[in-house]
């Protein structure tokens, strides 16, 4: 199998080329990250960790850099990178054909979507399509929320079902809390935040789904016209993705490397 960051360097060719600008700050590299998002970055004892916390202080070492998590709320990371407050997202942020409209984006990990229920309900959806006429609970801006609104619309409403009524919050332990309240039935989010959630209230909740939804592949943001990050992130995974750090990194948190069809099917066109 070819290298993961060959297949890295073809994604991000064909999604263009733009003229070159610098880095932040010399030695670093800056990122916008939504602490609030476990395993993926979060705080614990004051600083920030997790999955792509800890793959980017990998991946900084091999471009001969330090990286810098700028703790930022979701719907603020786009509007962040384009205002120069950051070099690169870094935050489990799913690769969309919206998204890359305005950004360009570089794939490092497959995910997709799972759905938390409480434990002892009788409510335990399996697919997002028995979401009709319940409240379901998501943190904003996150890329299935355009999804599940088409489902309430073309799904549930056109086959004489009530609409999903979903509810937005900040983050996603707001999300959680929510559910937790009864002020929504249900939450969804990325799988193994879910996993995360059930590590942490087993005792609660439960992950209704059984398989993957809207599977998907998430990617650092780059400024569109900022070729030195995106060059210089595309040629570090090249390296990095060789090291036993990255191997052992995956295997900490049960996480694989997208394949090359992976990326061939779920890369979209912007």
């Keep these: 199998m070819k ?13 263009g080329s733009f003229s070159a600008s610098a880095f932040q700050q010399p030695g670093k590299i800056i990122a916008g990250s939504d602490m609030t998002f476990f395993p993926y970055e979060y705080i614990d004892n004051n600083k920030p960790t997790g999955f792509d916390i800890e793959f980017l ?13 700028l703790d930022t709320r979701f719907p603020n990371l786009i509007t962040g990178l384009q205002g120069n407050r950051f070099d690169i997202t870094n935050s489990s942020m799913y690769i969309t054909a919206e998204r890359l409209k305005v950004i360009d984006m570089i794939p490092y990990l497959k995910s997709g979507e799972a759905i938390l229920s409480l434990k002892g309900s009788d409510y335990q959806p399996k697919t997002p399509e028995e979401f009709c006429g ?9 890329s299935w929320l355009q999804q599940l609104h088409k489902l309430s619309a073309d799904y549930c409403v056109k086959n004489g079902k009530p609409p999903i009524a979903i509810s937005e919050y900040t983050t ?13 039935e249900a939450q969804i989010t990325d799988a193994a935040v879910a996993r995360g959630v059930v590590q942490k209230l087993g005792d609660r909740v439960q992950i209704s789904s059984e398989t993957l939804i809207y599977p998907v592949l998430n990617g650092f943001g780059v400024k569109k016209g900022n070729d030195e990050v995106k ?22 948190y049960n996480f694989v490397a997208p394949s090359e069809e992976d990326i061939k099917t779920l890369m979209p066109q912007p």
């Design 3 to 15: 290298s993961v960051a060959l297949t890295f360097l073809a994604a991000s060719v064909a999604l």
């Design 231 to 252: 060059q210089a992130l595309v040629d570090g995974l090249e390296k990095y993705s060789k090291t036993p750090e990255y191997a052992a990194l995956l295997k900490k």
């Design 134 to 142: 319940h409240k379901i609970g998501s943190m904003g801006a996150t």
């Design 57 to 69: 202080d990998g991946l900084a070492k091999v471009m001969g850099r330090q990286a810098v998590n």
């Design 172 to 184: 996603d332990p707001q999300t959680t809390q929510a559910m937790l309240s009864h002020a929504v």
